[in-house]
């Protein structure tokens, strides 16, 4: 089993910036991908931003120069650095991870955090 814990959502102000982090624990051999995704209300979840156990990014084109997301593999965390944050960037931001098993090395699987709530409202 894998568990992801998130942590770093609350309310800020537009222009504002808050840090999510989400760590990743359990039989984990590899996390060749692992992300953030958000869900706003109505509306479908979309991808915010993934990086590659190589380090490889790509965001969604909203959040292009204001988001930044930097991993650590010693430690199986993603950090997701937010910046000039606006109210359509109201959600709840999901982590996601593809992992690979540390049981079984050909079972790759995809886990969810909880989710967060981020809210920018002045």
């Known amino acids: 089993q894998v568990q992801l814990v998130e942590s770093g959502g609350g309310l800020v102000q537009p222009g504002g910036s808050l840090t999510l982090s989400c760590a990743a624990s359990?039989?984990?051999?590899?996390?060749?991908?692992m992300g953030w995704y958000r869900q706003a209300p109505g509306k479908q979840r979309e991808s915010v931003a993934v990086?590659?156990?190589?380090?490889?990014?790509n965001y969604a084109d909203s959040v292009k120069g204001r988001f930044t997301l930097s991993r650590d593999n010693a430690k199986n965390t993603v950090y997701l650095q937010m910046n000039s944050l606006k109210p359509e960037d109201t959600a709840v931001y999901y982590c996601?991870?593809?992992?690979?098993?540390?049981?079984?090395?050909?079972?790759?699987?995809?886990?969810w955090g909880q989710g967060t709530q981020v809210t920018v409202s002045s």
């Open positions: 990086i590659t156990s190589g380090g490889g990014t």
């Open positions: 996601n991870a593809v992992v690979v098993s540390a049981s079984s090395r050909s079972n790759r699987n995809a886990y």
């Open positions: 359990g039989a984990i051999f590899s996390i060749p991908v």
